[in-house]
Nanobody, 124 residues
Framework: EVQLQASGGGLVQAGGSLRLSCVAS????????VGWFRQALGKEREFVGS????????SYADSVKGRFTISRHNAENTLYLQMNSLKPEDTAVYFC?????????????????WGQGTLVTVSS
């Protein structure tokens, strides 16, 4: 059974930091590019960041560039999202996903497997 288990969300003040983790199982993790998306209340899900199969390439949404860092540890089948300088507008449910491609991807339709999401709330 394919699973992507996201964790690490919570309540943080503006300017603070959080690190999200996503543990994958049921498929060959290092065969897939992986990424993070988020969905705020009442809004559509949006791309946050992506990392290639090897970890050599990354891509970010403009809204998080310079504040968020995506990384992966293939030996542990784990994806990370380090979030610094958090803003209230970063409040959302964050989802991890695995792409059918090896390179970075920013479109939902390029992702095959999805996790259940973890809630991040940033207070002002």
């Amino acid at each position: 059974e394919v699973q992507l288990q996201a964790s690490g969300g919570g309540l943080v003040q503006a300017g603070g930091s959080l690190r999200l983790s996503c543990v994958a199982s049921g498929f060959t993790f290092d065969d897939y590019a992986v990424g993070w998306f988020r969905q705020a209340l009442g809004k559509e899900r949006e791309f946050v960041g992506s990392i290639s199969r090897s970890g050599a390439l990354t891509s970010y949404a403009d809204s998080v560039k310079g504040r968020f860092t995506i990384s992966r540890h293939n030996a542990e089948n784990t994806l990370y999202l380090q979030m610094n300088s958090l803003k209230p507008e970063d409040t959302a449910v964050y989802f991890c996903a695995a792409s059918v491609y090896s390179g970075v991807r920013d479109r939902e339709r390029d992702y095959k497997y999805w996790g259940q999401g973890t809630l991040v709330t940033v207070s002002s």
